[in-house]
């Protein structure tokens, strides 16, 4: 029997990534809604046009995709739309995966939360690098103690601003901020599975140098300092610092430090290098890994299971998000409440 | 009068070298490099620096700021004051390792004494002398890529000899002032004075003694807005020396990683000692020879060397404000002109 799944919005770059790998399958039906994609000021194709170009049905409303009965959605809305669409999603009982971040305030994320409580269903995070091989070998190698106690680990997501086909992500109030929001909560969910305690304090700065003079009022740049209880001490650095001229979208990379030395992951590091006519050529040759957090996702559903990573990683990564604005602010460091 | 090499027509300069630990032997190289004329003072160690590379052993600091043009100090940090003050009042010219001092009152007290002798006194931060770093600074004053933004340093290597002053945080120790200050003086070499330091650490210092393995982290808000990380780490025995730098611009990026360098690999854990920390010969000049041959030409008159003692006292008072972050947990506010404020009331 196959899986109806529901795409609720192709605002996220990533909606179309998860349609390619969907429409590939034949365990599920998929279908796609993008209502809000012809208000949008976005040069790429959106809604239906979208659709055709992935391969997948396209139905005109959310009310439509609902009334179709979906058994779980994808939602990849603008991030402070999340929350309207998982409540509906719960309320229908369709299991979540839900694009990062989890929601632009705290008060979106404890209401979706519990409101996929109430209805018991699964939601689960966009976390695909969990599911990168170089992650779960470091992880398993720090769980067997390869690297003594670990004492410190650095951070990096860096990539270009998402700014010509998707100008939400720079929209503070779709948004939430800018590479604060966008880039902190991978490594920030990399490292809650390897330390599997809740961080304490975040201390954040930010500017925005970085693409200046291009009309963006959110930063561009910024530096993420995070402490946890057993005395880890952590810095993600979540800048858009990738010049729309590079030759890959970004990457992410995690060095953790431990007292019997030093393993660092860079996930997208895998690739074939060279150029061509127009410069530097860059193409991956890593595992897909959305591909895999689906395959989990589906699976999670199939078989009944818990998902993960879930919707409390998510809410716990947010908190470090929340913390890190209101840092930012202060100039000090922010508990993690 | 201090004496100048050029002063004696077609001799020699005289150096004195005081110590004759690990960084003795890049100093020693540089020096001959430059054709000068070494003698060395050392509680230990004298009478092997000397053998190895042809020194004349002198038996009291003294004597040795006595016969000498230069003093070249790569003692103990806690012991630069007292040597960099003795040879300053004797006239003579001085090159001190990093860090000047241990903390930068003294520091300031070494610049306050150079200047009314008027000798030069620089500190040896050698990194500012590594072709990467003089291309990554050239990169950003001719504006490749654009404003500078974010910025990252790491520099990692096994930790010294344990038992060494080097844990000791009140004797010119610990991570963040003997190893992380050479990327804090590359942050504000590359992006500007500092107006905000963050930093943590982990294991925390007990007592004033750094624990073995060690790692810190400090975030610098320059005056221009961008931001810094520095990431030190004292690791086991064996572990490979490495350093990286990032640069994110306005309009693009550069950086590099040790490992990159890409003209030498070794991987030979069992040969590693304590004493064998310096990374490779990659270029035919060393940094450190670089570095001396700048110092010397400015000894003779030359055009100012690309680091000065001002450098070297901010630095020492960003590390301050590193520990003192850590310790309090907040971020710390910094402002060099403070720092340096009672250097130039003496000055005027």
């Known amino acids: 029997m196959s899986t109806k799944i529901a795409i609720l919005s192709f605002a996220h770059t990533h909606a179309a990534a998860y349609a390619r790998i969907l429409s590939a399958r034949d365990d599920v039906e998929v279908v796609a809604a993008d209502p809000d994609g012809d208000e949008a000021p976005d040069t790429g194709p959106r809604g239906a046009a979208l659709a055709r170009e992935l391969k997948v049905a396209y139905l005109d409303t959310y009310d439509d995709v609902f009334a179709w009965g979906p058994d779980a959605v994808i939602v990849t809305a603008e991030n402070a739309r999340h929350r309207a669409l998982v409540e509906r999603a719960a309320s229908a009982g369709a299991h979540i995966l839900c694009e990062k971040p989890l929601a632009t305030s705290l008060e979106d994320a404890k209401a979706m939360r519990a409101a996929v409580d109430a209805a018991g269903v699964g939601l689960m995070m966009a976390y695909p690098v969990r599911f990168a091989s170089s992650f779960t070998d470091a992880r398993d190698r720090i769980r067997a103690g390869h690297l003594g106690q670990v004492l410190g680990i650095r951070g990096t997501n860096n990539g270009k601003v998402p700014l010509a086909d998707r100008a939400w992500f720079t929209d503070r109030e779709l948004a939430g901020g800018g590479a604060l929001v966008d880039h902190v909560v991978h490594c920030a969910d990399l490292i809650d599975e390897l330390l599997g305690e809740p961080a304490e304090s975040v201390r954040a700065v930010a500017n925005s140098i970085l693409h200046s003079g291009r009309g963006i009022d959110v930063e561009t740049g910024g530096l993420v300092t995070v402490r946890y209880p057993g005395g880890v001490v952590a810095t993600i650095d979540c800048s858009w610092s990738y010049p729309d001229a590079a030759a890959t979208w970004g990457g992410l990379t995690l060095q953790v430090v431990g007292t019997n030395g030093t393993i660092t992951i860079a996930p997208f590091a895998q690739h074939l290098g060279g150029y061509d006519g127009s410069g530097a050529v860059y193409s991956p040759v890593g595992d897909d890994l959305d591909a895999a957090m689906i395959d989990a996702f589906l699976e999670s559903i199939g078989r009944g299971l818990p998902m993960a990573p879930d919707g409390t990683v998510g809410y716990r990564t947010f908190q470090i998000v929340d913390a890190a604005r209101r840092s930012v602010l202060s100039g000090q460091p922010a508990a993690v409440h | ?348």
């Open chain 2, 1 to 348: 009068m201090p004496r100048f090499a050029a002063e004696s027509e077609g001799a020699a300069l005289r150096v004195g070298l005081v110590g004759a630990g690990g960084i003795s032997h890049v100093h020693v190289a540089g020096w001959q490099a430059l054709g000068a004329d070494i003698s060395v003072f050392s509680k230990a160690g004298a009478d092997a620096l000397a053998e190895q590379h042809g020194l004349t052993v002198v038996s009291t600091f003294e004597e040795l700021v006595d016969l000498v043009d230069v003093v070249d100090i790569v003692t103990p940090t806690a012991t630069h004051r007292e040597l960099a003050l003795t040879a300053i009042a004797a006239g003579r010219h001085v090159v001190c390792e990093k860090p000047l001092a241990a903390t930068s009152a003294e520091a300031k007290e070494i610049a306050r004494a150079a200047r009314a002798a008027g000798v030069q006194v620089y500190p040896a931060h050698v990194v500012r002398y590594f072709p990467e770093y003089v291309a990554l600074k050239r990169a950003i004053t001719t504006g490749v890529i654009g404003e500078p933004a974010v910025l990252r340093f790491t520099r990692a290597g096994e930790a010294p000899r344990a038992g060494s002053w080097f844990f000791d945080e009140t004797a010119g120790g610990g991570i963040v002032l003997d190893q992380m200050i050479h990327d804090l003086d590359q942050a504000r070499w590359l992006a500007g004075e500092v107006v905000q330091v963050y930093a943590v650490q982990n294991p925390p210092t007990r007592e004033g003694t750094v624990p073995a393995v060690v790692t810190a982290q400090i975030v610098l808000t320059h005056l221009s807005g961008a931001v810094s990380h520095v990431q030190g780490y004292w690791g086991p025995s064996g572990l490979t020396f490495r350093t990286s730098v990032d640069v994110a611009g306005s309009a693009g990026t550069v950086g590099y990683e040790s490992p990159d360098d890409g003209s030498i690999r070794m991987d030979m854990p069992a040969a590693t000692s304590a004493d064998d920390y310096l990374p490779p010969r990659t270029h035919a000049e060393s940094p450190y020879t670089l570095e001396l041959r700048e110092f010397a030409a400015a000894f003779a008159g030359g055009p100012v060397p690309r680091i000065d003692l001002e450098d070297g006292i901010l630095a020492i008072a960003l590390a301050e404000a590193a520990v003192a972050s850590i310790a309090s947990g907040a971020a710390v506010d910094f402002n060099a002109d403070v720092v340096l404020a009672d250097l130039q009331e003496v000055v005027a």
